[in-house]
Antibody, heavy 117, light 107 residues
Framework: EVQLVESGGGLAQPGGSLRVSCAAS????????MIWVRQAPGKGLEWLSY???????DYADSVKGRFTISRDNAKNSLYLQMNSLRAEDTAVYYC???????????WGHGTLVTVSS | LVLTQSPATLSLSPGERATLSCRAS??????LAWYQQKPGQAPRLLIY???NRATGIPARFSGSGSGTDFTLTISSLEPEDFAVYYC??????????FGGGTEVEIK
């Protein structure tokens, strides 16, 4: 069974940093591209970043230069390092597997990041 | 590339037919998916490539359209279908664009 489990969310100060993780199981992690998506309270879905099997990376303009995506295939894990956090980064952060050439069948349950002083 | 969903809210009763719309600001061929999201849960893939049901999705969910206009139809609403629905394109990525969502609420 494919499982994605996020962790690392919590409270961060404006201007601070946080790293969220996504532990993958039930599939060959190294063979799949992955993404991070977030959802601010009461709002819609926003794609943040993706990383391919060959570690090609891209970011949404809203987080470019502040967030860094990475993966550790040996640990079956995906990461999102978030720096220079702002109040508007408060959201539930989801990891998901890219399937069907660009759609997302498997998602984690999400981890809540709150940026507040 | 912008995806615009309408209506924002759809008020219907169980057993009724739901028709949700997603319009792309430029042609995206059939590169569209639909997701369902319930409160406190992650999105669930319903439809990919505009009209293909994902694994385990009931036949009452169907998708249609190509180019710029797409429709998600729920033929007869079950109580568990009241949720928010999002469309998403993969034609021109990155970015992976989502629509703003349509809430299907109980009338």
């Amino acid at each position: 069974e494919v499982q994605l489990v996020e962790s690392g969310g919590g409270l961060a100060q404006p201007g601070g940093s946080l790293r969220v993780s996504c532990a993958a199981s039930g599939f060959t992690f190294s063979s799949h591209s992955m993404i991070w998506v977030r959802q601010a309270p009461g709002k819609g879905l926003e794609w943040l970043s993706y990383i391919t099997t060959g570690s090609h990376i891209d970011y949404a303009d809203s987080v470019k230069g502040r967030f860094t995506i990475s993966r550790d295939n040996a640990k079956n894990s995906l990461y999102l390092q978030m720096n220079s956090l702002r109040a508007e980064d408060t959201a539930v952060y989801y990891c998901a597997r890219i399937d069907y050439g660009g759609f997302f069948e498997y998602w984690g349950h999400g981890t809540l990041v709150t940026v507040s002083s | 590339l912008v995806l615009t969903q309408s209506p924002a809210t759809l008020s219907l009763s169980p057993g009724e037919r739901a028709t949700l719309s997603c319009r792309a600001s430029q042609s995206i061929s059939s590169n569209l998916a639909w997701y369902q999201q319930k409160p406190g849960q992650a999105p669930r893939l319903l439809i990919y490539d505009a009209s293909n049901r994902a694994t385990g999705i009931p036949a009452r969910f169907s998708g249609s359209g190509s180019g710029t206009d797409f429709t998600l139809t729920i033929s007869s609403l079950e109580p568990e279908d009241f949720a928010v629905y999002y469309c998403q394109q993969r034609y021109n990525w990155p970015p992976f664009t989502f629509g703003g969502g349509t809430e299907v609420e109980i009338k």
